[in-house]
Antibody
Framework: EVQLQESGPGLVKPSQSLSLTCSVTGYSITSNYWGWIRKFPGNKMEWMGYISYSGSTSYNPSLKSRISITRDTSKNQFFLQLNSVTTEDTATYYC???????WGPGTMVTVSS | DVVMTQTPVSLSLAIGQPASISCKSSQSLVHSDGKTYLSWILQRPGQSPKRLIYLVSKLDSGVPDRFSGSGSETEFTLKISRVEAEDLGVYYCWQATHFPQTFGGGTKLELK
């Protein structure tokens, strides 16, 4: 069974970087696509980007040059880094395989001083 | 970006009643490969989202057959033949045909 688990700090200060890890078990990240999606307070969902089986990446232009998704195939993990965060980046962050099956349980990140 | 418009925003139904959620896209969701990358996901209270349907009408493994998806081009529908208690939550449509991927605003299903 494929399982994903997000981890990382729950509180980040404005202007700093948000860094999250998605640990995958039961499936190799060298197959398929692996993405990050966030849900803002109030239900709005935003696709942030993905890293492919080959290591290529694709990012939502709304995040401009703030986002980076990388991976460690030896640990079967992939990572999200979002730079220069503001309070508007407060959300629950999810990692997911492909187009949404399955998702991790999510991790809530608050941006606040 | 492709705008995904879901209606209604909320739905209050009794157990056993049918449900229907509409999702309209601002552009055709037919990809150049001929497939339509439209999915439906459900987020139950306190849980992470779960995909129910992909490629418009294909049910994910373990999803009850009271759920069905239909539609084409720019208009899509999720139907529940008879609502059960476990169906409550927020439903989203999600397109992956066009870059960037985008979601509908969500439909909250509550039990009456």
């Amino acid at each position: 069974e494929v399982q994903l688990q997000e981890s990382g700090p729950g509180l980040v200060k404005p202007s700093q970087s948000l860094s999250l890890t998605c640990s995958v078990t039961g499936y190799s990240i060298t197959s398929n696509y692996w993405g990050w999606i966030r849900k803002f307070p109030g239900n709005k969902m935003e696709w942030m980007g993905y890293i492919s089986y080959s290591g290529s990446t694709s990012y939502n232009p709304s995040l401009k040059s703030r986002i980076s998704i990388t991976r460690d195939t030896s640990k079967n993990q992939f990572f999200l880094q979002l730079n220069s965060v503001t309070t508007e980046d407060t959300a629950t962050y999810y990692c997911a395989r492909g187009t949404g099956s399955p998702w991790g349980p999510g991790t809530m990140v608050t941006v606040s001083s | 970006d492709v705008v995904m418009t879901q209606t209604p925003v909320s739905l209050s139904l009794a157990i056993g009643q049918p449900a229907s959620i509409s999702c309209k896209s601002s552009q055709s969701l037919v990809h150049s490969d001929g497939k339509t990358y439209l999915s439906w996901i459900l987020q139950r209270p306190g849980q992470s989202p779960k995909r129910l349907i992909y490629l418009v009408s294909k049910l994910d493994s373990g999803v009850p057959d009271r759920f069905s998806g239909s539609g084409s081009e720019t208009e899509f529908t999720l139907k529940i033949s008879r609502v059960e208690a476990e169906d409550l939550g927020v439903y989203y449509c999600w397109q992956a045909t066009h870059f960037p991927q985008t979601f509908g605003g969500g439909t909250k299903l509550e039990l009456k």
